[in-house]
């Protein structure tokens, strides 16, 4: 009976515990690959926003060098949206951009300053 539950010296395989040295080993490897391509798509949405402000801005130049007009502005979702599409209407922008940025609420927030003649674009902070 004891020579039945013997191993024999040449079996091989791998036992439960190197099976689960295996998976946590796995495990841990694909979190940290996780974060590191999740902080990636963050990145790459926060260049992709600055990118359209510098795009938006330079609209914005164009528009007040031809026209000489200030375009509606500012701090809300809905003048903000106006003057961008204002913007497209008139051939200054292709397309409109959106802001790629996670968060509820966010928006790029156009404001004209008289005393410098010149527009400022910021993509706002998310609501709560």
Same mark, same amino acid.
């Given at each position: 009976?004891?020579?039945?539950?013997?191993?024999?010296?040449?079996?091989?395989?791998?036992?439960?515990?190197?099976?689960?040295?295996?998976?946590?080993?796995?495990?841990?490897?694909?979190?940290?690959?996780? $974060?590191?391509?999740?902080?990636?798509?963050?990145?790459?949405?926060?260049?992709?926003?600055?990118?359209?402000?510098? $795009?938006?801005? @330079?609209?914005?130049?164009?528009?007040?060098? @031809?026209?000489?007009?200030?375009?509606?502005?500012? +701090?809300?979702? +809905?003048?903000?949206?106006? +003057?961008?599409?204002?913007?497209? @209407?008139?051939?200054?922008?292709?397309?409109?951009?959106?802001?790629?940025?996670?968060?509820?609420?966010?928006?790029?927030?156009?404001?004209?300053?008289?005393?410098?003649?010149?527009?400022?674009?910021?993509?706002?902070? +998310?609501?709560?």
């Amino acid at each position: 009976m004891k020579t039945r539950f013997r191993l024999k010296r040449n079996q091989k395989g791998m036992t439960l515990i190197e099976l689960l040295a295996v998976v946590v080993i796995l495990g841990i490897l694909a979190a940290v690959a996780g $974060v590191a391509v999740t902080r990636g798509f963050n990145s790459s949405r926060v260049n992709t926003d600055n990118t359209s402000v510098q $795009v938006i801005q @330079d609209a914005l130049s164009r528009y007040l060098m @031809d026209t000489g007009v200030t375009t509606r502005v500012g +701090a809300d979702s +809905a003048a903000s949206t106006a +003057a961008l599409n204002a913007l497209h @209407d008139e051939g200054y922008l292709a397309n409109v951009p959106t802001v790629q940025q996670t968060g509820a609420g966010r928006f790029f927030v156009i404001t004209y300053s008289a005393a410098t003649n010149t527009y400022s674009v910021s993509v706002s902070a +998310a609501t709560p």
